[in-house]
């Protein structure tokens, strides 16, 4: 977590681009994210310097000779005037031929500096966020991925912008569903700032972790109470190491500021070389660019698609439309999602409750691919103020397996997320998540009794399902429980009333010739 002195040179950072005229909290993080990459660079060839002085091996250099000027540490010492000039026309444009020269062999962030560009127009505020930058603890993997969460955070707190992020609790609840491994292939073909695929590497250090390898310090909070922090090496995961830091995550999104917010949110947490790519995956070119990640690539599929929006049906990949005729991106994305898993490939993912009951055509034959084709093991029902203040629609996480038939779905109907679910989000003691995943394991081991529709979690069988026109909502099969309620006789509250009446009467009489005398 960021506390004390760290977060007040960030909250200082982020005031001072806003009072130098950069409001958007969006472009403000892409900007800082810039200079972070300079600095990183200059880190990582430094180190590899110094691994070549020993070993003797070359390496393939960020900084060729002509080209020293543009290292961090060369620059940062210059004056406002002659910094903004440099970092604009000089370090700049090294970041686009870095991606030129590297973008063919994989490059996890050059590949989206073609097209960075300095917003800063002001010296006095370049100087004071170099500055800034300077100071943060980039060589510290734990406090690097901290550092830019709490960066992240701003996007919500801003007020705009926000409909990128998932609540990360939300995140954090469907990673431990879906229990990743370290063997796995996962991905988010819509990622945002990558918050699905963050979290999955975190639960990986959380479980991965020795004792040995994992360390415990005191910090102070925000109220600054002292609290106990956990940081987890994840050292159980070396013989992992290279797939988790080059195959494990891979990621797309078609907003290029998003994808380098992604890929350096992967990075600062700790993952060196995600697979992060341009693209809009509903469309035909995405097997034509991706034919590797595109169909029957992943054992995880994590995603918050986009819940809006209607798409040119000519642009829409023509196998997409083969299992379900739409414009509608909700439906489309599960279509893609199922394309994209293996055979036995696992799927959680946040629908609009629509999604679930629609009686449109192309609803009903998604849900009929599902359920027959595929295996639904799960709909949880989120409480509509989850997206609040930026959205307040009903949704749901549908949990499913690619291939098999459905047999028995597991149902569960949150009502509380330890939020408030007004526009304020304000922590209440109300928290059903962690019940969620008792519930669901218990379901998993097949333990507990879940025919009991009237309980927040409860199964359902598929034959009830297709009685049902295939609905998957949770309301369709959730039975209330009603208490007759008795109540009095009215003609003995009637008669009680009259006692009242006369009594007042009485009193009002006294009290007229208490004023009479």
């Not at 060729?64 to 000039?85: F, K, N, T, V």
């Not at 901290?146 to 998932?166: C, M, S, W």
């Not at 059903?432 to 669901?440: A, N, R, S």
């Amino acid at each position: 977590m960021i506390t004390g002195e760290l977060k007040s040179r960030i909250d200082a950072l982020w005031t001072d681009f806003w009072t130098g005229g950069i409001t958007n909290p969006l472009t403000v993080i892409e900007q800082i994210t810039f200079l972070m990459y300079s600095r990183l660079l200059d880190m990582n060839e430094r180190r590899d310097e110094k691994r070549t002085s020993l070993s003797g091996h070359p390496f393939a250099r960020r900084f060729l000779a002509d080209e020293q000027d543009c290292r961090w540490e060369s620059w940062r010492h210059y004056g406002a005037e002659l910094m903004l000039p440099h970092v604009r026309d000089k370090v700049f444009p090294h970041f686009r031929r870095l991606a030129e020269r590297t973008s063919g062999d994989g490059s996890q962030f050059a590949a989206f500096m073609k097209d960075a560009q300095l917003m800063i127009q002001k010296p006095s505020l370049l100087v004071k966020a170099v500055n800034a930058v300077q100071d943060l603890p980039l060589d510290r993997g734990d406090t690097k991925g901290d550092l830019y969460e709490y960066l992240l955070g701003k996007l919500t707190t801003a007020g705009i912008n926000g409909q990128f992020r998932t609540p990360r609790h939300i995140i954090r609840m469907m990673v431990e569903l879906m229990e990743p491994q370290p063997s796995d292939r996962i991905c988010d073909p819509s990622c945002g700032t990558a918050g699905f695929l963050v979290e999955t590497y975190d639960y990986l250090l959380r479980n991965y972790s020795s004792e040995a390898g994992t360390h415990r310090e005191t910090v102070l909070n925000e109220k600054g109470e002292p609290e106990e922090q956990v940081i987890y090496s994840g050292d159980l995961l070396a013989e992992h190491r290279h797939h988790v830091d080059t195959d494990m995550f891979h990621a797309f999104d078609f907003d290029a500021t998003m994808l380098r917010i992604a890929t350096m949110n992967l990075v600062m947490h700790g993952v060196a070389e995600p697979d992060v790519h341009y693209q809009d995956t509903l469309s035909q070119t995405f097997t034509e660019r991706h034919g590797d990640t595109a169909q029957n690539a992943f054992d995880l599929v994590l995603a918050n698609p986009p819940f809006k929006g209607s798409l040119d049906e000519h642009d829409v990949a023509a196998d997409l439309l083969r299992v379900v005729r739409t414009k509608k991106t909700e439906l489309l994305f599960i279509a893609l999602i199922l394309r994209m898993l293996k055979v036995g490939g696992r799927s959680a993912t946040i629908v609009p409750d629509g999604v679930l009951f629609g009686s449109s055509k192309a609803h009903v034959q998604l849900r009929k691919h599902l359920v027959d084709d595929n295996q639904v093991e799960a709909v949880i029902s989120l409480p509509s103020g989850v997206f609040k203040p930026y959205a307040g629609v009903s949704t749901a996480i549908i949990v499913f397996s690619k291939g098999g038939a459905t047999d028995q779905v597991f149902f569960y109907d949150v009502a509380a997320d330890g939020y408030s679910l007004d526009d304020k989000r304000q922590p209440v003691a109300e928290n059903d998540l962690p019940d969620v995943l008792d519930k669901w394991r218990a379901w998993c081991d097949c333990k507990g009794d879940f025919s009991d529709r009237t309980q927040k979690a409860f199964a359902v069988t598929a034959d009830a399902i297709r009685a049902q026109g295939y609905d998957l909502s949770i309301n369709r099969y959730k039975e209330q429980r009603y208490v007759a309620k008795e109540y009095e006789d009215p003609k003995e509250i009637l008669a009680r009333l009259k006692v009242l009446e006369r009594e007042i009467l009485h009193e009002l009489d006294d009290l007229e010739g208490l004023i009479s005398k």
